[in-house]
């Protein structure tokens, strides 16, 4: 067992947090180190673990002692396993304590997720640092060489179990005051504001098979309203269209976004840890990437499509290309859609067979504990 101080800057949405919230836990559970999370914006975390105060200084969930991470920065031991998510700086009292230390501690950045080719190979490199200190970046991804994906070791049995289930996802919908349909298809939509939401709600309300769409509370609900000319759509809140019925969800717990996930046909998911877990659900997905500056993030996007889309027959891989192409772009989803109608079967029987070569891989928790007994036995 070793101590891990993991810092988490919330920059912007909830992806931050996510996935060290994430981590801290798994390290706890299946690593049995104590970890504590330090993190700048409690209020995101309590969106994410509601049995959270959002004013305590320090607090004990599952097993993970939360922080506050405040200025000035309390005088603390640094932990053997220092982790800055995502290059957030650290504070500058730490790294000095870091630095005076016996053993240094061993530092890693842990990077952005991205399928481009290079992440394999800045994956584990050094950088040095003033006092003699060395920090490693440590990148997540979806091929060998790189740091792989979070997932519990559990995480693929209980979510086959649950979809094995139908009374237990009944009970849970049923918590979200979701009632399925006869023969309709369930889609859960997480997005950042689109614009080529309206054309494919279009498309949804004309289609033969009823559709019923269940979007948390977040960013795409400005995009719902407009198109149904509401000024407020509120969790709890129901429409009707055509085919399509629109459920309006509370933001729900983390574990309980992955049921959501399990339950549903397909989901429209961003960022990057709604993305991984919707790949773990194994049913298609749908992915609004995090746009960045410059456009560089359609180089990512691309890269995942390139990785994700070998299997499939060339035909449903372009209509499937597409669709992602239009939501990024915010415009032609209701061709987009349409091209692939046909194609669900196929695109099922894929996103459970890209789960299943994503899952033979070591995952992300499992893979940083390789590299922290590697380093040690470097540095004994
Ligand atoms: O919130 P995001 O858009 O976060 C993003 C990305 O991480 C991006 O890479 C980063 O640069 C940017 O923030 C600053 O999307 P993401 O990553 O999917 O994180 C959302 C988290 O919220 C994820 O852990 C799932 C969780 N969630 C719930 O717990 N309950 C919910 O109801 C929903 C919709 C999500």
């Keep these: ?42 209020d995101a975390f309590v969106r994410l673990c509601p049995d959270a105060s959002i004013g305590a ?23 053997e396993v220092v982790i800055e998510a995502f290059a957030c700086q650290l504070p500058p009292s730490y790294i000095e304590a870091m630095a005076r230390d016996g053993t240094k501690p061993l530092w890693l950045n842990l ?31 979806f091929v060998a060489g790189t740091g792989g994906l979070l997932r519990e070791a559990d995480l693929l049995t209980r979510r086959r179990a649950f979809q094995g289930d139908v009374s237990a996802q009944q009970a849970f919908l049923r918590s979200l005051g979701v009632t399925r349909q006869a023969g309709a298809r369930l889609i859960s939509l997480f997005a950042y504001e ?7 709600l279009d498309a949804l309300v004309a289609e033969s098979q009823p559709t019923q769409l269940l979007v948390p509370q977040g960013k795409v609900l400005g995009d719902l309203q407009r198109w149904f000319g509401e000024t407020q759509l509120a969790p709890g809140d129901q429409r009707h269209r055509g085919n399509l019925q629109i459920h309006v969800l509370p933001f729900v717990a983390q574990d309980d ?18 993305f991984i877990r919707a790949q773990w659900a194994g049913r298609p ?34 209509a499937h290309a597409a669709l992602w192409r239009a939501w990024n772009a915010g415009r032609g989803m209701e061709q ?36 922290y007994l590697n380093w040690l036995s470097y540095a004994a």
């Design 336 to 371: 987009a859609w349409s091209d692939l109608q046909n194609a669900w079967p196929t695109l099922q029987r894929h996103a459970e067979s890209w789960c299943d070569i994503q899952a033979d891989r070591p995952d992300l928790a499992t893979a940083l504990e390789q590299f």
């Design 111 to 141: 990077e952005y997720l991205s399928a481009e080719e290079w992440v394999a190979g800045c994956h584990g490199l050094p950088s040095p640092q003033p006092g003699g200190l060395q920090k490693f970046f440590f990148f997540p991804g």
């Design 194 to 200: 689109n614009p080529a939401l309206a054309g494919w």
């Design 257 to 274: 976004y992955d049921r959501l996930l399990w339950c549903c046909d397909l989901n429209a998911v961003r960022g990057e840890d709604s």
């Design 1 to 42: 067992m070793a101590r891990w101080d993991i810092f988490c800057s919330v920059v912007d949405n909830y992806g931050d947090i996510g996935v060290t919230w994430r981590l801290a836990r798994q390290l706890v559970a299946e690593q049995a180190h104590s970890v504590r999370l330090w993190v700048d914006e409690l």
């Design 285 to 318: 997905l749908l992915w609004h990437i995090y746009p960045q500056e410059e456009g560089v993030h359609w180089d990512k996007l691309e890269a995942f499509l390139a990785l994700f889309s070998p299997e499939l027959p060339p035909e449903i891989s372009a």
């Design 57 to 79: 200084e320090c607090q004990y969930q599952a097993g993970v002692e939360v922080r506050q991470w405040r200025e000035p920065f309390p005088v603390v031991e640094p932990a």
